[in-house]
């Protein structure tokens, strides 16, 4: 059944208090809710029906006297007073069994629970819907050391524990953790003053891992008081590893439960990248505490006003934390490869779609990224100041509600004065905006023409401009900046914007400031547009090579200096694929200088030999109505990697002594930066020497970012054989290390390997299929492995769709976000399209297949 936005009715009962009893037991826990209900005087619908799946009801009364209550596949219904009554059942569960990783279920020994969005109601009957919100007491009866549930511990003896949450909450927030634990414990003094007890609560043998996640959740609570004035609001803030979960973490009040992956690091076992993440993850849960909790959604269509608002906030933290073009770069890069391929393809769909199956499906970029994307956009039209009067105001008005997207764009109108409907468009219309340029210079003015159109998606074929703040600067042919930054706000499907010349360089006509200098015979300038990335478009501008060298070589905004050279890239990748001409000198020689200039930020230098994804490269030629043939992109994309490794060959020495470390590991930007920037040195002269300097590199490595990428290097030169057999021996026991173990393997192989490859390791002992970390690193390798997965002979596609079907009953969700792998399928050739169908519809016709991968394969099938 299809859920729809436009079909919202708010619950007929208010609930103003639960108390929830655990009695633990592996295979048959016992859950007692005592639930004080009242008739909701907002609601005119009193059909008293509550959720629930998977429970076995023993008992349930109103008001103390026993009822039989009407029992089905997703709930019950039941005859109620027509006043305040107080609802009471007991139910049995069976975590042990519970694969799903949904509800209640046993991790390695310990109990835990994962509720968004819709798993309360596999723990006990409730209208499980987040615009219920109640105030929750909990009593946890087990024979485990730690016991744990959200708000504040209000008692414990031997074997129970009780927990009580002031604040009203949906069910979606509610958490519970049993198990033999062991804390890493913290401490915080709120900004008035509130002393807050920290802990992370890890299993036996990862106490070692502990100490960045600790630093990185106080700076997360100490930003979010001096940026957004958000201050923590209970006495514990607790966190918990877990080594089976479905996503990256959740941020259940008071309780935030993170997937091991995303909060366990040390420098040994943890690269620079994990590193970021886990600070950004942390931060994110963190930061839900007020844009989730205090203010949460009102029904699921609603996600992106948690998500889009605290992927947001999270970037700003990581761009305060480190670096912020570094930050803009990687966003940017994520955003074009998941969220365009998201967003032009089967799967496209609103940042708040109007209906859905499952939501669970749509926990995605585009609500995620592109919902964090809009928020952007919002704060560069509005500017720094109304943005955070307009965040006080939402703060204030909505605090202990669950709101909507029409709340959160009022707070701007009524801040400032803007009429917001264009804008909103942003919220409901799918695809990604193409904004094409075209450029004007006339009787010393020079014009700016843009263009934009969305392509048709489905469900929506007609598509209406949307407001696109274009950040745009001038360059003069010396390579000085003539025009800093400047917002185009461009509303139009064509809108022109012309720029003349004054005594304080270029400005936008009609804007206040000096006049005209006429007479003057100013050159032409050089334009940078979408300055920042500043809207989540696809730009189209036909520079000439030379136009892009020279933005590489002067653009004074970080981020399009990176593009230009990205576009070099692109373009010449492009041609290469096409006609297999050699790389162009323009990229080469621009690559060379960035790399010479010492002034420049290590990372920021690393990021400019990075190269766009295989998988886009393909988009991209689909785009220019040519097929993209795999095995021609993996070709010309190593044989740019060989020739700019030649190109630069003189350089690597300094570059490898110029990054090399020689203080103690620190995981902070600055070091990551010299270790990117080794790495990626690392990996041309690997291309070079055969891997002889990448072996030394891995026997002397003392971390997990230097070992990993000279073993990648070993690998890609068809070498590392011992050196995979030594990192098994002694990482074996670490199951995030042996997560990488498994997937640089898939990673690094060659095309026609990699399918064999992944039957190989899909036979190993360790390979241990039900864990979503497991499956992600070795089945999801093979999915972003771009051309071993589409092997010609389809033999990728089986694989992937073998384990698919295999993964299903046991966990839909994991297997349902894998299917995304197959959403690009139109782009190839019609065997390669024919092979794809064939294994979606095996998918499809699997008997039993869960809702949520049914979705999923419908959706991608029926492009
Ligand atoms: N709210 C969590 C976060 O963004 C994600 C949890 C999603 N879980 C799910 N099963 N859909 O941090
Ligand atoms: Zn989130």
Known sequence: TTIYLKDYTPFGYLVDSVHLTFDLAPNATRVTSRIAFRPNP?????????????????????????????????????VVPDAAFVWEAEVEIDPGNNTALEGLYISNGMYCTQCEAEGFRKITFYPDRPDVMSIFTVRINGALPVLLSNGNPTGKGDGWAEWNDPWPKPAYLFALVAGDLITHPGQFTTKSGREVELNLWVRPGDEGKCAFGMEALKKSMKWDEDVYGREYDLDVFNIVAVDDFNMGAMENKGLNIFNSSAVLASPETSTDMNFERIEAIIAHEYFHNWTGNRITCRDWFQLCLKEGLTVYRDAQFTSDMRSAPVKRIHDAIDLRARQFAEDNGPLSHPVRPESFQEINNFYTATVYEKGAEV?????????????AQALELYFDRHDGQACTIEDWIKVFEDTTDRDLTQFKRWYSQSGTPRVSVTEDWTDGIYTLTLKQRTDPTPGQSDKLPQVIPVAVGLIGANGDETMPTTILEFTQEIQSFAFEYTVEGWRLQGCEGPERVSGANPPKPTASILRDFSAPVILEHDQSSAERAFLLAHDSDPFNRW????SLAEDTLIKMILTDAAPETDYLDGILAVLRDSDLDPSYRALMLGLPSQSELAAMMHEQGVTPDPVAIW????????????????????????????????????????RALGGAALALTSRLDGGAKAAEDYQ??????????????????????????????????????????????????????????????????????KNPNRFRAVLGALATNHAGFHRADGAGYSLLADWLIKLDPVNPQTTARMCSAFQTWKRYDADRQALIRNQLTRIAETPDLSRDTTEMVTRILNA
Not at 647 to 671: G, K, N, Y
Not at 730 to 759: C, H, N, Y
Request: proline fraction near 3%; charge should be negative.
């Open 42 to 78: 907002d609601a005119l619908d009193r059909q008293f029906f509550l959720h629930g799946e998977q429970l076995k009801l023993i008992r349930a009364t109103v008001d103390g006297v026993e009822i039989t209550p009407d029992v089905t596949e997703t709930g019950l219904t039941a």
């Open 375 to 387: 928020i952007g956009m919002l704060k560069r039209l509005v500017g720094d100041e109304a943005y």
């Open 563 to 566: 593009q230009a050279g990205r």
């Open 635 to 674: 070709t010309a994309v190593e044989t740019l990697r060989q020739v700019t490794a030649q190109h630069v060959q003189d350089l690597l020495p300094r570059l490898h002594s110029e990054t090399s470390i020689e203080a103690a590991f620190s995981p902070d930007a600055e070091q990551a930066g010299q």
């Open 700 to 769: 002397r490595a003392d971390n997990m970012t230097l070992q990993l990428s000279a073993l990648s290097c070993l690998l890609r030169a068809g070498k590392g054989e011992q050196e995979l057999n030594a990192f098994y021996d002694r990482w074996q026991d670490d199951r995030l290390v042996m997560d990488k173990w498994f997937g640089l393997q898939v990673a690094m192989s060659a095309p026609a390997e990699t399918a064999d490859i992944v039957s190989h390791l899909t036979g190993h002992p360790d390979f241990n299929w």
